[in-house]
């Protein structure tokens, strides 16, 4: 790892969560832009992995697609074995077995990620967020390897909708669901680790992302695949709730940049001033597929429905990063496309997690 004029440069790097949404789409953009770079994947696959995340979109293997660049491991982050030895191998491989660990990071982004999910089942929450976070910062240690931690703008809790303030660096943290806590804990462990346990380390909370391989269970492809199939998007409660969109791969340039300008043991928060309501969002929705405004439906709201999240990007700005995606409607008009042509690849989550929502959700 060089430190000249404040960059580091990593060759090796373990992507946690690599088979889900936001590490799918970085081990893409890595592999396709940053031929120097080797990406080892551990996932556990679970209900929202999808194993066509690590094929190309022409369906091709990435191991195949990218010789000697790629290579996965179906793995737990539970397991502290299972990750010793998968950062142990990065930090080999990494130091050409000469025993220095330069230019190995691990990129976490493994969680479970959906707030609905955590309000019938926190346990595995607490166990995958907070316990696994644990074993990879533990490793990182062990094995002297940079850790950068994947997190989320919920644990600052919600805003007013007319609060001028939005999200920032000195924001306390006040978590309002079972998910927003897990990851509350896990970010204040990483902290912890750097303080007092010589963990190096970068930390970024990022707001609501949108783009490809997104589950269906989750807000945007819910309604997108839902009006694929000829159905009505479904709005929980009034659908005032204000989230702070910006597009994956705006994300994912943005760890980039942390990861090679970023301050270690700092925090960035990410954001591409992208504040809409759920309401506006159906409304693109709708104009994009031709149809009338108000052809949706409303649904039981979410209890402890956070009403706005809204960050202040100034932090990340500060290292040159912009996003690319300025034109909101531009990005979901992509993201549609997407979601048009690769119907296979969602159809059969969308079956498993419509089952789930009907066991709790009725229209108003
Ligand atoms: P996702 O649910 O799409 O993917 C999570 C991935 O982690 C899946 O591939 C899953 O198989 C894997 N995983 C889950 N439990 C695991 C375990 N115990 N061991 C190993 N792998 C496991 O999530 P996402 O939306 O891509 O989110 C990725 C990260 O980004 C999360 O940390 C999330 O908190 C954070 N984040 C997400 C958003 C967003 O809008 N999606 C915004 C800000 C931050
Ligand atoms: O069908 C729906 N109808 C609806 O109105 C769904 C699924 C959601 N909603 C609302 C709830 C939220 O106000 O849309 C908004 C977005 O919902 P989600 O997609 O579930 O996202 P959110 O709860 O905001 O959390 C997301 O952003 C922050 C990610 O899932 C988290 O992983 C990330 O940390």
């Known amino acids: 790892m060089s430190t000249e004029a404040n960059t580091r440069t990593f060759t090796h790097l373990l992507v946690t969560g690599g088979a889900g949404f936001i590490g799918s ?198 309604q997108i695949t839902a009006l694929i199939e000829g159905k009505k998007p479904r709005l929980y409660g009034q659908g005032l709730n204000v989230r702070d969109w910006i597009h994956v791969d705006d994300h994912n340039d943005a760890v980039w940049t942390i990861l090679e300008k970023g301050t270690e043991g700092e925090t960035y928060l990410i954001g591409a001033d992208g504040e809409r309501s759920n309401i506006q969002v159906v409304r693109d929705l709708l104009r994009i597929f031709g149809q009338q405004p108000n052809a949706f439906l409303h649904v039981t709201d979410r209890p402890g429905h956070d009403r706005r999240y809204a960050i202040d990007p100034i932090s990340i700005r500060s290292l040159g990063w912009e996003p690319v995606y300025w034109s909101f409607d531009a990005g979901l008009r992509e993201t549609v496309a997407w979601y048009q042509n690769n119907q296979q690849w969602w159809k059969e989550a969308r079956v498993a997690s419509e089952e789930k929502y009907s066991q709790t959700e009725r229209e108003l």
């Open 25 to 222: 789409n970085f081990v893409h953009r890595t592999l396709a832009t940053r031929p120097e770079v080797k990406i080892h994947v551990l996932d556990a696959l679970t209900y929202a992995a999808n194993p066509d995340n690590l094929k190309t979109e022409e369906g091709i293997p990435l191991e195949e697609a990218y010789p000697g660049r790629f290579t996965f491991t179906k793995g737990d982050i539970v397991n502290s074995a299972v990750v010793d030895d998968v950062v142990g191998e990065l930090a080999r491989e990494a130091s050409g077995g000469d025993g220095r660990t330069s230019g190995a990071a691990i990129v976490h982004c493994a969680a479970e990620s959906h707030n609905d999910n955590s309000l019938v089942d926190p346990g595995v929450f607490a166990r995958t967020n907070v316990e696994g976070t644990v074993n990879l910062a533990a490793a990182a240690v062990r094995h002297n390897v940079f850790l950068h931690h994947i997190s989320t703008d919920e644990v600052f809790g919600d805003l007013a909708l007319d609060d001028p303030q939005r999200f920032t660096t000195a924001t306390p943290y006040r978590p309002s669901s079972p998910y927003s806590a897990s990851k509350a804990s896990a970010d204040h462990f990483i902290r912890a680790f750097i303080r007092s346990k010589g963990l190096r380390a970068t930390v970024s909370n990022c707001s609501n992302n949108y783009g490809p391989r997104q589950h269906p269970e989750k807000f945007i492809p819910r």
